[in-house]
T-cell receptor, first 115, second 115 residues
Framework: ETGVTQTPRHLVMGMTNKKSLKCEQH?????MYWYKQSAKKPLELMFV???????ENNSVPSRFSPECPNSSHLFLHLHTLQPEDSALYLC??????????????FGPGTRLTVL | QKEVEQDPGPLSVPEGAIVSLNCTYS??????FMWYRQYSRKGPELLMY????GNKEDGRFTAQVDKSSKYISLFIRDSQPSDSATYLC???????????????FGQGTRLTINP
C-alpha cells in the first residue's frame, strides 16, 4: 500500500451519466495530482493541486472537473464523457518540503469504461 | 516531438539476463530523471531517480543518464520473474511550486522475465 487510496477501482458509465472519482492520501502531503493512463500512450497529467489550490490543468476538457476540498482528498467529477475517455485514472500525492524533487506516490487507479 | 520517448516493447527475456531499458528526451531543462515501475493492476511506484549525468546503483538496478545525448537507461542485473512489470521513465521539467511538480512520462516499456 502506498498510502494513496482510490475509489471506485472500476467504473462503467454511459455517456450521459454523472459520476465522481475519489482519491484520499494518508501521507500528510499537500500536493495532489490526477493522471490519465491510456493504452499505448504516456501518462498524461490532468490536474495539479498544491495547498488545495489548482496550479495547472493542462487544457483538460471541461467534462472533467476536479475538486480538492482539503489536502487529503481529491475528486474528479465526470459528466457527458466520450468513449475515448475510457482509461485508467491515477491519483498521486507528493510531499510539502521545499526540495527540487518530491517523489509522487500513486494510488492503484480507477479503471473507467465509457459506453 | 514528444518530450520523453520510450520504446513500448513488449520486451521478453529469460530469467537471469541483463535487461536494458532506454528513454530519450528533448528538453535540455530536464535535470532529474526517474524510473517508475508499474505492476499489473497497480499504480506506478518510484524505483530510482538520478540527477544530471552519471550512474546510480541500487542493488540489481542501475540508472544511467547521458545528458550530452539526452539518453536515460535502466539496467537490471540477474533479472527475476518478479521484475516483470511496465517501466516508465519520467522527468520534472520545472517545479510549479514547492511540493507540486509536473512529471513528463515516457510511454512505458512492458517487460516480462521468463522463468
Amino acid at each position: 500500500e502506498t498510502g494513496v487510496t482510490q475509489t471506485p477501482r472500476h467504473l462503467v458509465m454511459g455517456m450521459t451519466n454523472k459520476k465522481s472519482l475519489k482519491c484520499e492520501q494518508h501521507l500528510g502531503h499537500n500536493a495532489m495530482y490526477w493522471y490519465k493512463q491510456s493504452a499505448k500512450k504516456p501518462l498524461e497529467l490532468m490536474f495539479v493541486y498544491s495547498l488545495e489550490e489548482r496550479v495547472e490543468n493542462n487544457s483538460v476538457p471541461s467534462r472533467f472537473s476536479p475538486e480538492c476540498p482539503n489536502s487529503s482528498h481529491l475528486f474528479l467529477h465526470l459528466h457527458t464523457l466520450q468513449p475515448e475517455d475510457s482509461a485508467l485514472y491515477l491519483c498521486a500525492s507528493s510531499g510539502d518540503r521545499v526540495r527540487i524533487y518530491n517523489e509522487q506516490f500513486f494510488g492503484p487507479g480507477t479503471r473507467l469504461t465509457v459506453l | 516531438q514528444k518530450e520523453v520517448e520510450q520504446d513500448p516493447g513488449p520486451l521478453s527475456v529469460p530469467e537471469g539476463a541483463i535487461v536494458s531499458l532506454n528513454c530519450t528526451y528533448s528538453n535540455s531543462a530536464f535535470q532529474y530523471f526517474m524510473w517508475y515501475r508499474q505492476y499489473s493492476r497497480k499504480g506506478p511506484e518510484l524505483l530510482m531517480y538520478t540527477y544530471s549525468s552519471g550512474n546510480k546503483e541500487d542493488g540489481r538496478f542501475t540508472a544511467q543518464v547521458d545528458k550530452s545525448s539526452k539518453y536515460i537507461s535502466l539496467f537490471i542485473r540477474d533479472s527475476q520473474p518478479s521484475d516483470s512489470a511496465t517501466y516508465l521513465c519520467a522527468s520534472p521539467p520545472l517545479a510549479c511550486r514547492p511540493g507540486a511538480q509536473k512529471l513528463v512520462f515516457g510511454q512505458g516499456t512492458r517487460l516480462t522475465i521468463n522463468p
